[in-house]
């Protein structure tokens, strides 16, 4: 399990509640079949106030994860042969949802600077707002890739 780095109290947070939807292959449909678990799991951990921000804040980090996983003309980036995989997983303490997003692609995720004009460029900027800075990431431990994590409360949303 991830636990995110610079808890104000520096304790460590204990999340009962677990739900991974099963691996994603990283296709257009990715960010929906995402949004879509959330707002299966999140009314039923007396959360649905998070509903929303939190669909937002995984469909940014989805569509990353999916982005990292195509090549430049949108080819997907075979891993071993193998389509490569998105892991979602959602935790929660009772009152945060902690959402974990897995990628097999190498790199990192940096918020960068989009044209004015541009379509995209601007998830990363949109999870910190929504986030109120609490998110991050680092290197799998369970193979190539990375997690990105952010975590939600709803004093915060």
Known sequence: ???PVGLANGTVT???LVSAL???G???TAPASARAHIGAVLPGWHLADLTDVCQAVVSELVTNALEASTGPTGELIYVDGRMPLIRLRLLCDGSRVLAEVWDQAPGFPAPRRAASDAESGRGLHLV???TH???GWQE???GPGKVVWAELSPDHS
């Open 1 to 3: 399990m991830i636990i």
């Open 14 to 16: 204990r999340w009962p």
């Open 22 to 24: 099963p691996p994603l």
């Open 26 to 28: 990283a296709l257009t």
């Open 128 to 130: 910190n707002v929504l």
């Open 133 to 135: 800075g609490r998110w």
């Open 140 to 142: 799998s431990q369970r």
